[in-house]
């Protein structure tokens, strides 16, 4: 059982759609990140988002922290090309060492 | 300049084989990671080293030893291969404790075991 669920597994779109990834789980996280990872490399983070009900903006991508700090969702406007890939949600647990928990990704496909 | 850098990119070898990979971050962090992710894409911690101490150990086969000679490297050594063993293993580094431990990884070495 995964501490983060991600939804959809896949999406794929055409250029100039919007698109939302969710990210959820059952535990509190005392940060949440979001990475991108494209074939053949490492993921790179996006954002990191710490305090509940937080939004914040990367050009066109919009991240929102749930109230109860459980939760995340990613907003893409007018997709590109050039977003497509892997998207990564990862909370930080809050023992000590402020482990990193993956959910399993979101597989986003934008077509010209 | 490259920032965190795996070497070899690809690895394909024998089961029963043995085999390392290396990993070097230039960023100054204090802790470094190794991650395994499957064939589902699924990014799962292994092992994680605080200048050079190791904090955390994940349910691996101890086929799998890790070691860190000084706190920007971190090498992992693989003995027996198996099968299962094929996967993209990353490296990654990170400010350290106290920090939201945002991860800086490496390119990704693909092992191919036949």
């Known amino acids: 059982t995964q501490l983060l669920e991600q939804s959809p597994q896949f999406l794929s779109i055409q250029e100039g759609e919007n698109l939302t990834v969710y990210c959820n789980s059952s535990s509190v996280f005392s940060s949440l990140q979001w990475y991108r990872q494209e074939p053949g490399e490492g993921p790179v983070l996006l954002v990191t988002?710490?305090?509940?009900?937080e939004v914040k903006k990367l050009k066109r991508l919009t991240f929102q922290f749930g109230d109860a700090r459980k939760d995340s969702s990613l907003h893409i406007t007018a997709a590109q090309p050039g977003d497509t890939g892997l998207y990564l949600c990862?909370?930080?647990?809050?023992?000590?060492?402020?482990?990193?928990?993956f959910g399993a990704g979101t597989q986003v496909v934008v077509t010209p | 300049d490259t920032a965190v850098s795996q070497t070899p990119k690809y690895l394909v070898t024998q089961m029963g084989n043995d085999k390392s990979i290396k990993c070097e971050q230039n960023l100054g962090h204090d802790t470094m990671y190794w991650y395994k992710q499957d064939s589902k894409k699924f990014l799962k911690i292994m092992f994680s080293y605080n200048n050079k101490e190791l904090i955390i150990n994940e349910t691996v086969p101890n086929r799998f030893s890790p070691k860190s000679p000084d706190k920007a490297h971190l090498n992992l050594h693989i003995n027996s291969l198996e099968l299962g063993d094929s996967a993209v293993y990353f490296c990654a580094s990170s400010p350290g404790r106290g920090t939201h431990n945002e991860q800086f990884f490496g390119p990704g070495t693909r092992l191919t075991v036949l």
């Open positions: 990862a909370g930080v647990t809050t023992d000590s060492w402020g482990k990193l928990q």
């Open positions: 988002v710490v305090t509940g009900g």
